[in-house]
């Protein structure tokens, strides 16, 4: 590990280990209570800043903020961006992220609002960033389609592929093309079996930036909101992977990761092994390879901007 990285993350760790950060409470109305006031108060409005040119557009009845950049040669591709958060609307800080991507490649940035699963179902949401998706391939071509997604937004595109293929299967008329590229970063998703949320609950003890009780927490809001959620959306074991474009996974040792050895089994289950692409990365946090703050980090980060640029 650099050694900008080391000192940086050893003191996050510190951090944890006094015990500052607190585990979420188990009170399933207490967190829904808390999460909806988060939201209440952290409304979307466009941004302002003069990094970009924004424009918000209107899906399903929910804000997309449309992104380019000025002064940079347009490449005629753009990146469907989902960023993390699950509970809370936590839109606002992955806007420079996406812009970043945006830059360096000349590619359009969409960056759907969807909303939180305290606000609708995942099922809801799923069929949101499908509608995203099916908009911006109609402009596009899914070919010329990339999909970045960090942490809860891994789920998100996992859903993604899933939604696709669900869709092929009974619409024969109207068929939807996989993206070019998937690249997720630390996606997140719900474990399946004990032996997954056994591991889960060992990675969240050394993870430096989620709490200890945090997948728990997840799941149990998750199933208090839409206790009928099917399998299917909640699980890598059950999304079908078939036709995947090429993956590339960018994972620290972390919590997320207990579903790491979940997604590839049923990349391969479902004929597209070879299209999928694993890295774990030791001793780094969650999301590490979207921030290109550290050498490993510049390095992963520098890997994604290639293979954008290379579709």
Request: some cysteine.
């Amino acid at each position: 590990m650099s050694f900008s990285a080391n000192i940086i993350l050893s003191a996050m760790g510190a951090v944890k280990k006094t015990g500052i950060i607190k585990g979420p409470s188990m009170d399933a109305d207490i967190n829904l209570r808390r999460a909806r006031e988060y939201n209440r108060k952290h409304p979307y409005k466009e941004p302002s800043d003069p990094k970009a040119a924004y424009k918000t557009i209107f899906v399903g009845g929910y804000p997309c903020l449309a992104i380019r950049q000025k002064n940079v040669r347009q490449s005629g591709k753009a990146i469907l961006f989902l960023h993390g958060g699950g509970d809370r609307d936590t839109w606002k800080p992955e806007v420079a992220f996406a812009r970043t991507y945006g830059k360096r490649t000349g590619m359009d940035v969409f960056y759907p609002l969807y909303p939180p699963f305290t606000e609708a179902s995942p099922v809801k949401t799923a069929k949101l960033i499908l509608e995203v998706y099916r908009k911006i391939t109609k402009r596009y071509g899914a070919d010329k389609i990339a999909v970045i997604a960090n942490s809860y937004g891994g789920f998100l595109s996992m859903q993604l592929l899933t939604s696709i293929n669900r869709n092929n299967a009974k619409e024969r008329n109207e068929r939807i093309e996989m993206p070019s590229l998937l690249i997720m970063n630390s996606p997140f998703a719900y474990p399946k079996t004990d032996e997954e949320w056994k591991l889960a609950g060992e990675l969240e003890k050394i993870d430096i930036m989620l709490p200890v009780g945090a997948f728990r927490y997840m799941f149990g809001l998750t199933k208090r909101v839409a206790p009928e959620t099917p399998d299917y959306v909640l699980y890598p074991a059950d999304m079908d992977f078939h036709n995947a474009p090429e993956t590339y996974v960018f994972y620290a040792k972390e919590a997320c990761a207990a579903v790491a050895d979940a997604i590839e089994n049923s990349y391969t289950r479902d004929g597209s092994g070879a299209s999928m692409h694993m890295h774990r990365e030791p001793g780094m946090m969650h999301c590490y390879a979207s921030a290109p703050v550290f050498k490993e980090s510049r390095r992963d980060f520098n890997r994604q901007i290639a293979l954008l640029q290379q579709m």
